[in-house]
């Protein structure tokens, strides 16, 4: 009796001297975390911005975690390349991105098959929403800036837009289509990354339009787009020019400010509390590309995919789990939850207007 | 009306660009039988090279600096291919000068990153020719272009310059032996069609924005429209540069609604016109049939 006494008693002594040991390690080790961020092509200021925030985020941390930065160019092929180069070479717990909308779409059917969470800060397109469950984003869906925008202009009868072909402006194109039907007279597209878009603006000039949606994605595309509507600025001052994220940055309108000026954006919602303005203003350098909203959606999304892989660790649960169930703490997404969606809930579109050159909250 | 007119007036833009790198292909082809198919990443680079002419200086130096880029890559070409016209292996030119071009991209990528570049910042200046409005660089490609057109016509079809261009790679032991220094011809004629190149490359950039593989889609058409022409036929490449940028645009802009047809056709309708007037036309759109024995 003593003897089997004894056996059990050991037992649980070793099995609890294991439990700390593993606890120990498991918070010893630190969280290894893979970047998809554009780092050449148009939108590599975005990603430059962003490993800069996410640098600066991770010395803030209690415990830092292992930041890979890989380039995945706001392209789908590069995305998927840079995603197995972290997957199978760094051996990461989990990737915060893609960037842009068609990145995060291109690594969706991977991350089941190695058994890996997907929290990305920016991307926005609303096929994300009932992907994989290894899929989120703490961005808004693009559904939000589309019922936002049609709202705005449903008075108007004659509204053209031109779009650029990638999974991000075509979502948001689709979406704007399905609300406003047959008040679109012109809808045109050009391929990504095209240079001369002035045939497209000749097509859209022909239609009259009273309102014209510019969709380009972020980069160089948006600012040749705006330059060569420009040449025809006596015709599209009469037109009211809408568009979404791509404009907000003051950068991308420089080139052409007196036809950018009164054009009305549709973007991510202004954050303005203390502790946003402190977070901003301690970063080493401006983001006047990548902006407030994603600054903190960025920092956001390495707090709460830090966190939930150390708890993951500890109660034994895996990622999506502890992302899914509890609600996320930081910036913009403090205390705002998943609800068994892939995008964080209840995020509104801000409504900006550009005066003297800046993008006003209206 | 308008809208007609100035999608021509776009689209002669396009065709113009098309015409300066169909030249610059139908002359090397003239002289060595090799498809340089490089000429539109030289034409990237001269661009580039303008661009960094600028920022360290003036138009002057900019200027300096793009010819420089041509005359460089020019004489390199020349360095490269001759030996394959030497030993009659045109295909093996074609790679060779297909390797160079996506070596300059992937050169300038690295060197300059993939962002664009503008050549002339904001809005570029417009002219106004009764309603249809032309960019000032398309005003130059244009006016350059018909120059270059014309004088490339004249001197293949009309001067003995021609005629020695053609004989060159037609009979080259005759042109030796007539005392015509054809290794002379040869270099002269890379280096002179890098700078036409080079031009294009300038003003398209000017037009646009400046990025590493702005060249491939215009060589693609070129290289086309060499054939489509008539890869001996210099009247043939010219209109063939033409017909190819025209077409397409009106294809995309005139047809039917339904159709949903997009600027991303535009590759598709010059395969297709391609194939359709090489299938009636393998000669070239001005060739004659010959009858066979």
């Given at each position: 009796?003593?003897?089997?006494?004894?056996?059990?008693?050991?037992?649980?002594?070793?099995?609890?001297?294991?439990?700390?040991?593993?606890?120990?390690?498991?918070?010893?080790?630190?969280?290894?975390?893979?970047?998809?961020?554009?780092?050449?092509?148009?939108?590599?200021?975005?990603?430059?911005?962003?490993?800069?925030?996410?640098?600066?985020?991770?010395?803030?941390?209690?415990?830092?975690?292992?930041?890979?930065?890989?380039?995945?160019?706001?392209?789908?092929?590069?995305?998927?390349?840079?995603?197995?180069?972290?997957?199978?070479?760094?051996?990461?717990?989990?990737?915060?991105?893609?960037?842009?909308?068609?990145?995060?779409?291109?690594?969706?059917?991977?991350?089941?098959?190695?058994?890996?969470?997907?929290?990305?800060?920016?991307?926005?397109?609303?096929?994300?929403?009932?992907?994989?469950?290894?899929?989120?984003?703490?961005?808004?869906?693009?559904?939000?800036?589309?019922?936002?925008?049609?709202?705005?202009?449903?008075?108007?009868?004659?509204?053209?837009?031109?779009?650029?072909?990638?999974?991000?402006?075509?979502?948001?194109?689709?979406?704007?289509?399905?609300?406003?039907?047959?008040?679109?007279?012109?809808?045109?597209?050009?391929?990504?990354?095209?240079?001369?878009?002035?045939?497209?603006?000749?097509?859209?000039?022909?239609?009259?339009?009273?309102?014209?949606?510019?969709?380009?994605?972020?980069?160089?595309?948006?600012?040749?787009?705006?330059?060569?509507?420009?040449?025809?600025?006596?015709?599209?001052?009469?037109?009211?020019?809408?568009?979404?994220?791509?404009?907000?940055?003051?950068?991308?309108?420089?080139?052409?400010?007196?036809?950018?000026?009164?054009?009305?954006?549709?973007?991510?919602?202004?954050?303005?509390?203390?502790?946003?303005?402190?977070?901003?203003?301690?970063?080493?350098?401006?983001?006047?590309?990548?902006?407030?909203?994603?600054?903190?959606?960025?920092?956001?999304?390495?707090?709460?995919?830090?966190?939930?892989?150390?708890?993951?660790?500890?109660?034994?649960?895996?990622?999506?789990?502890?992302?899914?169930?509890?609600?996320?703490?930081?910036?913009?997404?403090?205390?705002?939850?998943?609800?068994?969606?892939?995008?964080?809930?209840?995020?509104?579109?801000?409504?900006?207007?550009?005066?003297?050159?800046?993008?006003?909250?209206? | 009306?308008?809208?007609?007119?100035?999608?021509?007036?776009?689209?002669?833009?396009?065709?113009?660009?098309?015409l300066?790198?169909a030249l610059?292909l139908y002359l090397?082809k003239a002289?060595?039988?090799?498809?340089?198919?490089?000429?539109?990443?030289?034409?990237?680079?001269?661009?580039?090279?303008?661009?960094?002419?600028?920022?360290?200086?003036?138009?002057?130096?900019?200027?300096?600096?793009?010819?420089?880029?041509?005359?460089?890559?020019?004489?390199?070409?020349?360095?490269?291919?001759?030996?394959?016209?030497?030993?009659?292996?045109?295909?093996?030119?074609?790679?060779?000068?297909?390797?160079?071009?996506?070596?300059?991209?992937?050169?300038?990528?690295?060197?300059?990153?993939?962002?664009?570049?503008?050549?002339?910042?904001?809005?570029?200046?417009?002219?106004?020719?009764?309603?249809?409005?032309?960019?000032?660089?398309?005003?130059?490609?244009?006016?350059?272009?018909?120059?270059l057109a014309l004088a490339a016509f004249v001197l293949v079809n009309k001067?003995?310059?021609g005629?020695?261009l053609r004989?060159?790679?037609?009979?080259?032991?005759?042109?030796?032996?007539?005392?015509?220094?054809?290794?002379?011809?040869?270099?002269?004629?890379?280096?002179?069609?890098?700078?036409?190149?080079?031009?294009?490359?300038?003003?398209?950039?000017?037009?646009?924005?400046?990025?590493?593989?702005?060249?491939?889609?215009?060589?693609?058409?070129?290289?086309?429209?060499l054939?489509?022409g008539g890869s001996s036929d210099i009247k043939g490449t010219i209109v063939a540069s033409?017909?190819?940028?025209?077409?397409?645009?009106?294809?995309?802009?005139?047809?039917?609604?339904?159709?949903?047809?997009?600027?991303?056709?535009?590759?598709?309708?010059?395969?297709?016109?391609?194939?359709?007037?090489?299938?009636?036309?393998?000669?070239g759109?001005f060739?004659?049939?010959?009858?066979?024995?």
């Amino acid at each position: 009796m003593k003897t089997k006494l004894l056996i059990i008693l050991s037992a649980i002594v070793l099995a609890g001297c294991a439990g700390n040991t593993i606890e120990e390690s498991n918070k010893l080790e630190p969280v290894k975390i893979g970047v998809l961020v554009p780092l050449s092509g148009g939108a590599s200021a975005y990603g430059e911005e962003m490993m800069m925030v996410l640098n600066h985020k991770n010395q803030m941390l209690e415990t830092p975690a292992e930041l890979y930065f890989e380039d995945s160019k706001c392209e789908a092929g590069a995305a998927v390349t840079a995603f197995q180069k972290l997957v199978d070479i760094n051996g990461v717990d989990a990737i915060l991105g893609g960037f842009c909308s068609s990145e995060t779409l291109a690594i969706e059917p991977l991350l089941a098959q190695n058994d890996i969470v997907a929290l990305s800060a920016t991307s926005s397109s609303p096929e994300i929403e009932g992907k994989s469950k290894n899929l989120l984003t703490i961005g808004y869906s693009d559904v939000v800036i589309a019922d936002t925008m049609a709202a705005d202009i449903m008075d108007s009868d004659k509204i053209a837009i031109i779009t650029e072909q990638n999974d991000y402006n075509v979502a948001l194109k689709n979406s704007l289509e399905e609300r406003l039907g047959d008040k679109i007279i012109a809808n045109e597209s050009f391929e990504k990354n095209a240079t001369d878009m002035r045939n497209i603006i000749e097509k859209v000039k022909a239609s009259n339009p009273e309102v014209l949606i510019l969709n380009p994605n972020v980069g160089d595309t948006s600012i040749n787009l705006l330059n060569q509507l420009a040449e025809s600025q006596e015709f599209f001052e009469n037109v009211k020019l809408v568009s979404q994220e791509t404009y907000v940055a003051d950068d991308s309108r420089s080139q052409a400010p007196e036809l950018a000026e009164s054009m009305t954006l549709f973007a991510a919602p202004s954050l303005d509390s203390q502790e946003v303005t402190s977070f901003i203003e301690s970063l080493p350098s401006s983001v006047d590309t990548l902006g407030v909203f994603y600054s903190a959606t960025a920092s956001d999304a390495l707090e709460n995919l830090v966190r939930s892989v150390n708890d993951s660790r500890i109660n034994q649960t895996s990622v999506q789990e502890e992302l899914f169930t509890k609600p996320l703490t930081g910036l913009s997404s403090n205390g705002k939850s998943f609800d068994g969606n892939n995008f964080l809930q209840g995020i509104e579109a801000g409504k900006y207007v550009v005066t003297d050159g800046k993008a006003v909250l209206q | 009306m308008e809208f007609f007119l100035q999608i021509i007036a776009n689209s002669l833009v396009l065709g113009t660009q098309v015409l300066f790198l169909a030249l610059s292909l139908y002359l090397i082809k003239a002289v060595s039988k090799i498809e340089h198919v490089a000429l539109g990443a030289i034409a990237t680079a001269c661009g580039y090279g303008f661009y960094q002419g600028l920022l360290i200086g003036s138009n002057v130096m900019a200027l300096l600096f793009s010819l420089v880029v041509a005359f460089t890559f020019g004489y390199l070409s020349f360095l490269l291919l001759e030996k394959f016209y030497k030993n009659k292996e045109p295909l093996l030119g074609l790679i060779v000068s297909l390797s160079m071009g996506l070596l300059i991209e992937a050169m300038i990528a690295i060197v300059f990153k993939s962002s664009s570049k503008s050549l002339i910042e904001g809005i570029l200046p417009i002219v106004d020719v009764m309603g249809v409005k032309f960019t000032l660089p398309g005003v130059y490609t244009l006016a350059i272009g018909f120059v270059l057109a014309l004088a490339a016509f004249v001197l293949v079809n009309k001067t003995p310059i021609g005629r020695t261009l053609r004989s060159v790679s037609e009979n080259s032991s005759l042109v030796s032996s007539l005392g015509i220094n054809q290794l002379k011809i040869r270099k002269s004629v890379y280096i002179i069609s890098s700078v036409i190149a080079g031009i294009v490359g300038v003003l398209a950039a000017m037009n646009t924005s400046l990025t590493p593989n702005m060249g491939f889609n215009l060589t693609i058409t070129a290289f086309i429209a060499l054939f489509v022409g008539g890869s001996s036929d210099i009247k043939g490449t010219i209109v063939a540069s033409f017909l190819l940028s025209l077409i397409p645009e009106f294809l995309i802009n005139y047809a039917p609604s339904s159709f949903e047809f997009t600027n991303s056709y535009r590759m598709f309708f010059v395969f297709a016109l391609a194939l359709i007037i090489l299938s009636f036309k393998p000669r070239g759109i001005f060739s004659k049939n010959i009858r066979q024995s």
